[in-house]
C-alpha cells in the first residue's frame, strides 16, 4: 500500500515537473522569436541605412543624410514649382536626425543608383575630435587663463602672505560663413534623388573641405578661422637627439604635451608620412611598423594617429583635441535654391548655395603641439 501511494505521488510530481518544462519552453521560444523579430528589423534598418540617401521605395531611413533632409523638408514641395517658374527658396536644415517619412516620393522617380562613382575623397576628421557647441550670437567671447603664479608656501606668524597671480583674458571668436554654390539644371528641381545626391555628394562635402582647413591652418586675418596651428605651441627641437625617427619625435611631443599637464589624446599628420612609418626598421632592417603583412597603422604611443593630406608634408600637430578646441555652430548647413540667379532664366538653369556659419575656439593653446620632423 505504500509502495502505490509512493508511485502516485512520484508519478503526480512527475506531471508537474514535465509541465512546468513545457511551460518555460514556450517562454523561450516566445522571447527566441521576439529576439528574432527585433534583429530582423534591425538588419532592414541597417540595410536601408547602406543605401545612399532616401529614395523612391527605401522606406523610413533614421540617419538622414543633409540631402536626405532637404527633401523631406516641410518646404521642399515649393521647390519642384521653381522648375516652371522664377524666385528662390531657402531651406534651414537644422536637425537632419530623424525618421520621418519623405516626400521624395510625390516626385519623379528616376532610375536611380545606390552607388554613385564620385571623384576621390580625403578622410575628414577635426570636427569629429574637438568638442561641439551651439551659439545664437554673431561673436563666442570667453575666458582664457593667461598667467597663473603660484607662490604658496608655509609662513610665520606675523609675517605677510605671499602672494600668487592668477590672470584671465578675455577672448573672442567671431562667427565666420562659409559657402560654395552650383549651376544646374532647371529640371534637377522636379528630381527628389538627384537634386538629394548633388547636395550630399558635392555641396556638403566641399563645405567640409573647406571647414577642415580653416580649423588646422586658419590665420585668423579677414574673414578666415583662428585655427589651431596658428594658436598651438611650438615643438620643442631641444628634445631631439641624433639618431630619432620619426617614432622618437612623436615621443618628445607627447612628452611635451604631458609636462604642460595636458596629454595629448591624438596625433595629426600629412598622409605620406603616416605612409612612411610603415617601412621604418630597426638595425636589423626588422620592420617596425609591423611590415607588409601586418595592420595600417591607427595608434602611435597608444594615441590615435590620423593622416590627412591637409598637413604639410614633414609637419605633425599632436594635442589634447576634446579637451583643447571647441565648434560653436551659428547655423547648419543651409540651402538656397534659385531660378534668378545670372541668367538662370533663360538659360533653363538653377543656382543652388550651400553655407554654414560657425566659430571655434581654442580653449588651451598649449594642449597643442606643432612641429616638424628633423
Known amino acids: 500500500m505504500e509502495t502505490l501511494e509512493l508511485i502516485q505521488k512520484f508519478e503526480g510530481h512527475h506531471k508537474q515537473v514535465v509541465k512546468l518544462l513545457d511551460d518555460a519552453n514556450t517562454a523561450v521560444k516566445s522571447v527566441d522569436d521576439r529576439v528574432n523579430a527585433r534583429l530582423c528589423d534591425i538588419e532592414q534598418k541597417m540595410a536601408r541605412r547602406r543605401v545612399y540617401g532616401a529614395g523612391v521605395g527605401v522606406g523610413d531611413v533614421e540617419a538622414k543624410t543633409l540631402g536626405t533632409a532637404l527633401v523631406d523638408h516641410p518646404e521642399f514641395a515649393n521647390v519642384a514649382t521653381l522648375a516652371n517658374a522664377r524666385g528662390k527658396i531657402t531651406l534651414e536644415l537644422k536637425n537632419i536626425i530623424t525618421s520621418a517619412a519623405g516626400v521624395g516620393g510625390a516626385l519623379v522617380a528616376p532610375d536611380f543608383r545606390a552607388d554613385p562613382v564620385l571623384i576621390q575623397r580625403r578622410r575628414l576628421f577635426v570636427r569629429d575630435l574637438?568638442?561641439?557647441?551651439?551659439?545664437?550670437?554673431?561673436?563666442?567671447?570667453?575666458?582664457?587663463q593667461?598667467?597663473?603664479?603660484?607662490?604658496?608656501?608655509?609662513?610665520?606668524?606675523?609675517?605677510?602672505?605671499?602672494?600668487?597671480?592668477?590672470?584671465?583674458?578675455?577672448?573672442?571668436a567671431p562667427v565666420r560663413t562659409i559657402a560654395h554654390w552650383?549651376?544646374?539644371?532647371?529640371?534637377?528641381?522636379d528630381d527628389a534623388p538627384q537634386l538629394q545626391s548633388t547636395v550630399d555628394s558635392e555641396l556638403r562635402y566641399g563645405l567640409s573641405l573647406a571647414e577642415e582647413q580653416e580649423l588646422l591652418f586658419g590665420d585668423g586675418t579677414?574673414?578666415?578661422?583662428?585655427?589651431?596651428?596658428?594658436?598651438?605651441?611650438?615643438?620643442?627641437?631641444?628634445?631631439?637627439?641624433?639618431g630619432d625617427t620619426?617614432?622618437?619625435?612623436l615621443?618628445?611631443?607627447?612628452?611635451?604635451?604631458?609636462?604642460?599637464?595636458?596629454?595629448?589624446?591624438?596625433?595629426?599628420?600629412?598622409?605620406?608620412?603616416?605612409?612612411?612609418?610603415?617601412?621604418v626598421k630597426d638595425d636589423l632592417h626588422r620592420y617596425i611598423g609591423g611590415g607588409p603583412f601586418g595592420p595600417p597603422i591607427t595608434s602611435i604611443w597608444g594615441r590615435p594617429v590620423v593622416g590627412t593630406p591637409v598637413m604639410a608634408a614633414g609637419h605633425f600637430i599632436t594635442g589634447a583635441f576634446l579637451d583643447g578646441a571647441q565648434i560653436f555652430d551659428r547655423q547648419g548647413a543651409n540651402v538656397l535654391i534659385s531660378t534668378e540667379n545670372e541668367s538662370?532664366?533663360?538659360e533653363n538653369k538653377a543656382t543652388i548655395l550651400c553655407e554654414e556659419r560657425l566659430a571655434f575656439t581654442v580653449r588651451r593653446p598649449q594642449a597643442f603641439i606643432y612641429g616638424a620632423f628633423p
Open 130 to 144: 574637438v568638442a561641439p557647441g551651439a551659439t545664437v550670437g554673431n561673436a563666442v567671447t570667453y575666458p582664457r
Open 146 to 172: 593667461s598667467v597663473r603664479t603660484m607662490y604658496a608656501a608655509v609662513v610665520s606668524e606675523g609675517i605677510r602672505k605671499p602672494e600668487s597671480t592668477i590672470t584671465f583674458d578675455i577672448e573672442t
Open 182 to 189: 552650383t549651376k544646374t539644371s532647371r529640371q534637377i528641381l
Open 222 to 242: 579677414g574673414v578666415h578661422i583662428l585655427g589651431i596651428s596658428a594658436q598651438a605651441t611650438a615643438y620643442e627641437t631641444t628634445r631631439n637627439v641624433g
Open 246 to 249: 620619426r617614432f622618437d619625435t
Open 251 to 279: 615621443a618628445h611631443a607627447l612628452a611635451q604635451s604631458a609636462v604642460a599637464l595636458l596629454p595629448a589624446t591624438g596625433i595629426v599628420m600629412n598622409l605620406d608620412d603616416l605612409e612612411a612609418l610603415k617601412i
Open 344 to 346: 538662370d532664366f533663360v
